[in-house]
């Protein structure tokens, strides 16, 4: 048994469809998203949290010994579960031991079958002894973004057949269906004001109310508890007939064992959370709990959760399926979690699009993995779309200007990756040309210009303007934006990490020699934490250390001073291109920067990176704890580094496309 992990630490567990379930070692759940059921009716959109969470407890007799936790309003902890675990396992599963101070134990462990939106849960007594499990399921059957109060509408009917009883809250929201050695007894209640306190700290609604059915008891002197929950959907599972709900979980138990047990490391398996099915495809979540796939956040996660672990056909899938949404040379940022009309909002989802596909088929034919004839095509139609889109002029300004450089941004349009927007106010509109966007566009035209020869003039121009208009002898360093607010000759200065990408992080950074080495050391100097690099310099106008407060304050604050691990990836590859990529760099760069990451891994999103993190010491985990790009730059660099140290000769050029 591992040691204990802080309580407030999270779990994830994904079935690989969109849905879902996440908590806290304790058991407290702290956030509204935190469940132990949440599907996708339209993976990975569509969701509904369904099972929130177990009211659970242990009787021997007339004493009661309660094994989970719950906050409400005023901060009344009650029961206290959490100070009875004395171990937590997060591999292959979560799984928590809880003492009964009589020197027995019971053991909860729980997953969620992968291909099926089914949460598994079982219990067993360690040391003897007779005893009985009292479980009670906490529904609500709401948009995870939502909060449930007490109404007249939730029905509470329940039908049984055998070992099975089914749920249906409301009309239009999947069903729960439950398969359990237990003996249901049906008694509704409500149980009232539950509260949130990650919620709260972020400004937000935390209170909620939630519906109980009824109550499970099972004998746990007879042998272990098995209680399976099933959406809609998924309910074959749990039909009775198949199998007892014993049976049932041994199958589910040794399939995902032997499922997981082919992941080469943890965090390779922890990289196949993010991997859900869209339509008949593949495409990749930006993050749990609260985001669906967002493509400017698969594309980079791409080639860390797919590339850097050998999963060719999940990368081939998931670029293929995002292959038909080019829109005037645009790729969409993000589905709605409502409705599939694709938001167009991002100037860099496409070029990270284009850059995903040189590194998959470029790590294909390293591999030898053969690549169809019509998925090269396709895959070659979608980069020449969106080359010819951003040549002619696409949406919100987006356009090759006269010196080759692309020049995006309309006012009241965020179309970077720094895209906080509160109502009407941009916070980093960085409207003209920025930085890492003509780093993007210089390896997508050189990329493209395997397919088409007329972008190689265009790559030509575009390259010398780069070298030309982009240094800041002044501070040593990039320009964040040149032509800035599209005025000719106005440039921003702010000392921001997004120079970074030119220098590293893509297959050909445009800037060498001693320009590199002083842009590495000035970001390392002024934006390097333990988690990553800062978003703006300390003393740069508007610098935020803190990310916290209600929305406004956070989202005034995400890209102004807030730490992203998901820079680490392009801080460490274009560290070792100035330093020299040998063994002993090599491992000065693990101790140095992946070192504090892999600790990290045991403090927030147990096995994840988080989203972001405060910019100053102790530098607190913030955002969502289980970030797709985050992990997967994790999970690319440190494949870079294991690999053979490259050679000092220019890299090759782009892989046909």
């Known amino acids: 048994m591992t040691g204990l992990p802080p309580l407030a630490a999270?779990?994830?567990?994904?079935?690989?469809l969109g849905g879902f379930a996440s908590g806290t070692v304790g058991g407290e759940r702290t956030r509204r998203y935190h469940a132990l059921l949440l599907a996708a009716t339209t993976p990975?959109?569509?969701r509904f949290v369904l099972v929130n969470g177990l009211e659970t407890s242990f009787h021997d007799g007339e004493a009661g010994v309660a094994l989970s936790t719950q906050r409400?309003?005023?901060?009344?902890v009650h029961p206290d579960g959490a100070t009875r675990v004395v171990g937590f396992e997060r591999e292959p599963w979560p799984c928590w031991h809880f003492s009964l101070g009589d020197g027995r134990r019971v053991v909860q462990e729980l997953f969620v079958a992968h291909g099926a939106a089914v949460a598994v849960l079982a219990w067993r007594l360690e040391g003897g002894g007779?005893?009985?499990?009292?479980?009670?399921?906490?529904?609500?059957g709401r948009d995870p973004h939502a909060l449930m109060r007490e109404n007249p509408v939730f029905r509470f009917d329940a039908a049984l057949e055998g070992e099975r009883v089914s749920w249906t809250p409301y009309p239009g929201v999947p069903g729960v269906h439950a398969l359990s050695n237990g003996r249901y007894r049906h008694e509704p209640e409500w149980y009232r004001r539950f509260l949130y306190t990650e919620e709260r700290a972020r400004g937000l609604d935390c209170e909620e109310d939630l519906a109980t059915p009824g109550c499970f008891e099972f004998d746990l002197g007879r042998g272990e508890a098995v209680l399976l929950l099933a959406a809609e959907g998924s309910e074959d599972t749990v039909r009775p007939g198949r199998a007892s709900a014993q049976a049932v979980l041994g199958l589910l138990r040794d399939s995902e064992r032997r499922r997981r047990q082919r992941f080469a490391t943890p965090l390779e398996r922890a990289a196949d959370a993010y991997l859900v099915r869209r339509g008949g495809g593949r495409s990749i979540v930006a993050g749990y709990p609260w985001f669906a796939d967002w493509g400017r956040d698969g594309f980079v996660a791409l080639r860390g959760l797919c590339l850097a672990s050998g999963r060719l056909d999940a990368a081939r899938d998931v670029l293929?399926?995002?292959?038909?949404?080019?829109?005037?040379?645009?790729?969409?940022?993000r589905f709605p979690d409502a409705g599939d009309r694709p938001e167009y909002n991002s100037v860099d989802a496409s070029l990270w699009y284009v850059v995903a596909v040189h590194d998959f088929l470029a790590t294909a034919a390293r591999d030898r993995r053969h690549v169809s004839?019509?998925?090269?095509?396709a895959l070659g139609r979608a980069v020449l779309a969106i080359l010819d889109g951003y040549s002619r002029g696409t949406r919100y300004g987006i356009r090759a200007d006269a010196d080759g450089l692309l020049a995006a941004g309309v006012p009241g349009v965020q179309l970077t990756w720094m895209d906080a927007k509160v109502g009407d106010w941009v916070v980093t509109p960085r409207i003209g040309k920025p930085?890492?966007?003509?780093a993007l566009w210089l390896n997508a035209l050189r990329i493209g210009s395997t397919l088409d020869d007329r972008y190689g003039e265009l790559l030509a121009r575009a390259s010398a303007a780069f070298e030309s208009r982009f240094w800041n002898a002044e501070r040593g360093c990039l320009f964040d934006v040149v032509d800035a607010l599209h005025e000719p000759g106005k440039s921003d200065a702010s000392l921001r990490p997004n120079q970074i990408l030119a220098v590293g992080g893509l297959p050909f950074p445009p800037l060498a020699g001693?320009?590199?080495?002083?842009?590495?050391e000035v970001v390392e100097r002024a934006l390097w934490t333990p988690l990553g690099l800062r978003s703006l310099a300390p003393g740069e106008p508007g610098y935020h250390p803190h990310y916290q407060g209600g929305v406004a304050e956070r989202d005034g604050a995400y890209h102004q001073g807030t730490v992203w691990p998901w820079l680490a990836g392009p801080f460490v590859d274009a560290w070792l291109r100035v330093h020299g990529d040998t063994a002993e760099r090599r491992a000065e760069a693990r101790a140095r920067f992946l070192a504090p990451l892999r600790r990290h891994l045991e403090q927030a999103g147990l096995g994840h990176v988080s989203e972001i993190a405060d910019a100053e010491a102790p530098f607190t985990p913030r955002g969502c704890p289980f970030q797709a790009w985050s992990l997967g730059e994790l999970l690319r660099i440190e494949e870079r580094l294991a690999a053979d140290p490259r050679p000092a000769a220019p890299r090759a050029g782009p892989a046909s496309v």
Do not use: K
Not at 320 to 333: A, F, H, I, Q, R
Not at 435 to 438: A, I
């Open 10 to 16: 999270e779990w994830l567990e994904s079935d690989g």
């Open 44 to 46: 990975p959109t569509g």
């Open 72 to 76: 409400y309003t005023g901060d009344v």
């Open 130 to 140: 007779v005893g009985t499990l009292r479980v009670r399921p906490l529904l609500s």
């Open 320 to 333: 293929l399926e995002w292959s038909t949404s080019v829109s005037e040379g645009m790729l969409p940022n």
């Open 373 to 377: 004839d019509p998925d090269r095509q």
């Open 435 to 438: 930085v890492e966007v003509q």
């Open 514 to 520: 001693e320009r590199a080495r002083c842009v590495v």
